[in-house]
């Protein structure tokens, strides 16, 4: 079974440039999130999607950060314009919520943004 | 509020045991484990729910303890393999939503 995977892995940008990340959850997962890890600390929720719906994006900077599930699928994760302090690793997770769920996450190996 | 892992980080040789522990400000519901080497991503352990038992992992174990609002993660006859970055995660009433890591306790096991 194929896992999460993330696109790029690595990215340095200039500051003021946009950014997107893509994500392809595991198959069948209904549920993906986006968190943000900075070196040596644990991830951060940004945004938690159920299918197509984001349910809580509360700890996402809506002034320059976006995201889209579009048929609650695939998902991107935009930066527009990016900051210094952006640099960091974005992970994507999936998971299945309900049925015979355990509740974990499966994560992907993240893309790590250098923003100079 | 992230909860707190307590050590931040040890260092054992292999066999010996460790033990992780995880406060929250918060009452617990759920509580999550994962283990993140180092460029990788978080690979999950188990997951304990409030009422729940205490759960076992080949010879990693952990607790739950609901009054004290803490978990702990039992380590014994520690391997190599299992070095690395350990991160608890609290979560809501059904698991995983909603879930906030803690500030990680890095584990260093030398031959």
């Known amino acids: 079974e194929a896992g999460v995977v993330q696109s790029p892995r690595y990215k340095i940008i200039e500051k003021k440039q946009p950014v997107a990340f893509w994500c392809n959850p595991i198959?069948?997962?209904?549920?993906l999130y986006w968190y943000l890890q900075n070196l040596g600390q644990g991830p951060e929720l940004l945004i938690r999607?159920?299918?197509?719906?984001?349910?809580?994006d509360s700890q996402l900077p809506k002034d320059r950060f976006s995201a889209e599930r579009l048929k609650g699928v695939d998902s991107t994760l935009k930066i527009q314009p990016a900051e210094l302090g952006d640099s960091a690793v974005y992970l994507c997770?999936?998971?299945?919520?309900?049925?015979?769920?355990?509740?974990?996450?499966?994560f992907g190996e993240g893309s790590r943004l250098t923003v100079l | 509020q992230q909860p707190v892992q307590s050590p931040q980080a040890v260092i054992l040789r292999e066999g010996e045991d460790a033990v992780i522990n995880c406060s929250s400000s918060k009452a617990l519901y759920s509580v999550h484990w994962y283990r993140q080497k180092h460029g990788e991503a978080p690979v999950f352990l188990m997951i304990?729910?409030?009422?729940?038992e205490q759960k076992g992992h080949e010879k990693i174990s952990a607790s739950f303890n609901e009054k004290k609002q803490q978990s702990s993660l039992y380590l014994t006859a520690s391997q190599l393999s299992y070095s690395g970055t350990y991160f608890c995660g609290t979560g809501g009433v059904f698991g995983n939503e909603k879930l906030t890591f803690g500030t990680g306790t890095r584990l260093t096991i030398i031959p």
């Open positions: 997770a999936s998971s299945l919520v309900g049925g015979s769920s355990d509740g974990e996450l499966f």
């Open positions: 304990l729910l409030k009422g729940g």
């Open positions: 198959s069948g997962h209904n549920t």
């Open positions: 999607y159920e299918n197509e719906e984001a349910v809580d």
